[in-house]
């Protein structure tokens, strides 16, 4: 069971906007300000999305955000794309011995 | 721009040890830039961060792997290693070396393309 909540899949059509969660505890994701994003597409690496909550490393588009409330960090994706379709995973520091946690992944469909 | 490319064996006996190396490339490790980490994910499983390194030496293990893991680095190369021992069939996973994780910045970028490692006799 992984440290961080994702569900499991979520859905969109092209154009729309979907919201992905990432729920901890106030030892990690609510603690800090250093929740990472990142995307995966069958077969390659995770690429950095969003660091530090919602900071963008260039050449990421626009279109993904990040935002934090309490314990639960979001990733949103507006203007939904077929390439956006992919597995996406959440990390954060923790004041655990384990330093870095992850998420369990979510699934994006691209309907 | 940093690349990261990891190379070693693809296949690992049980009770052996595990050993990878990360060749970085655009860029060096003896910058002092950032921490190394090593990260793996098993078949159809999530991600699971295995270590950090600095081009000082100083390391930091994953407690769940601590006993097992050895983290090493050689600047002269531009390389990176990782060293996990005792395998058995549950570390059978898509090794990746990745830049970050350590105060420098907790988020990893950019990944080498990933390895995989099959752990069976």
């Known amino acids: 069971q992984s440290a961080l909540t994702q569900p499991a899949s979520v859905s969109g059509s092209p154009g729309q906007s979907i919201t992905i969660s990432c729920t901890g505890t106030?030892?990690?994701?609510?603690?800090?300000?250093?929740v990472s994003w990142y995307q995966q597409h069958p077969g390659k690496a995770p690429k950095l999305m969003i660091y530090?909550?919602?900071n963008r490393p260039s050449g990421v588009s626009n279109r993904f955000s990040g935002s934090k409330s309490g314990n639960t960090a979001s990733l949103t994706i507006s203007g939904l794309q077929a390439e956006d379709e992919a597995d996406y995973y959440c990390?954060?520091?923790?004041?655990?011995?384990?330093?870095?946690?992850f998420g369990g992944g979510t699934k994006l469909t691209v309907l | 721009q940093v690349q990261l490319q990891e190379s070693g064996p693809g296949l690992v006996k049980p009770s052996q040890t595990l050993s990878l190396t990360c060749t970085v490339s655009?860029?060096?490790?003896?910058?002092?830039?950032?921490?190394w980490s090593w990260i793996r994910q098993p078949p159809g499983k999530g991600l699971e961060w295995i270590g950090y390194?600095?081009?000082?030496?100083?390391?930091y293990y994953n407690p769940s792997l601590k006993s097992r893991v050895t983290i090493s680095v050689d600047t002269s190369k531009n390389q990176f290693s990782l060293k996990l021992s005792s395998v058995t069939a549950a570390d059978t996973a898509v090794y990746y070396c990745?830049?970050?994780?350590?105060?420098?910045?907790?988020?990893?970028?950019?990944w080498g393309q990933g390895t995989l490692v099959t752990v069976s006799s």
């Open positions: 990390s954060s520091y923790t004041s655990s011995s384990t330093l870095e946690v």
């Open positions: 106030s030892s990690d994701v609510g603690g800090y300000n250093y």
């Open positions: 390194i600095y081009y000082s030496g100083s390391t």
């Open positions: 655009g860029g060096s490790i003896s910058s002092g830039d950032y921490y």
């Open positions: 990745a830049r970050g994780g350590g105060e420098l910045g907790w988020w990893f970028d950019p």
């Open positions: 530090d909550v919602s």
